[in-house]
């Protein structure tokens, strides 16, 4: 951890909206915060992590916002775990019959994201 502090404070203009400490502005920064930082930051930029975030564009966010915002979806109209999991299992199956539709109409049914592996 690495402290940074101003050298003198008294008489300036800033210091109520700066910081509410009684003596100088403070900063820490850590060093492993840093290095995990700029880790993530190649991990983002290299080709997988691409892929990855092309993925999770088409993943489960979408789906949510497609059931509350196309569907009309707000809350559940029935209780108890059982009733629940089937009111979202009925809401899923649409979801994707919905979704294969669309895939047979605009001719893309053999088309995937990427290569498909050959072993698992």
């Not at 691409?50 to 979806?73: C, H, P, T, W």
Request: glycine share 8%; charged share 30%; proline share 1%.
């Amino acid at each position: 951890m690495t402290v940074y502090e101003c050298e003198d404070c008294t008489g300036c203009p800033y210091k109520e909206k700066c910081t509410k400490a009684k003596g100088n502005k403070r900063l820490y920064v850590s060093k492993s915060f840093l290095e995990k930082r700029e880790e993530s930051y190649q991990n983002i930029q290299s080709e997988k992590g691409i892929k990855y975030q092309m993925n999770r564009s088409i993943q489960v966010e979408g789906a949510f916002g497609v059931l509350k915002n196309d569907y009309g979806f707000e809350r559940f109209l029935l209780r108890g775990k059982k009733k629940v999991k089937l009111e979202i299992l009925l809401l899923s199956m649409g979801y994707n019959l919905n979704k294969l539709h669309r895939k047979i109409q605009n001719e893309r049914t053999g088309s995937y994201l990427f290569d498909l592996k050959t072993s698992a």
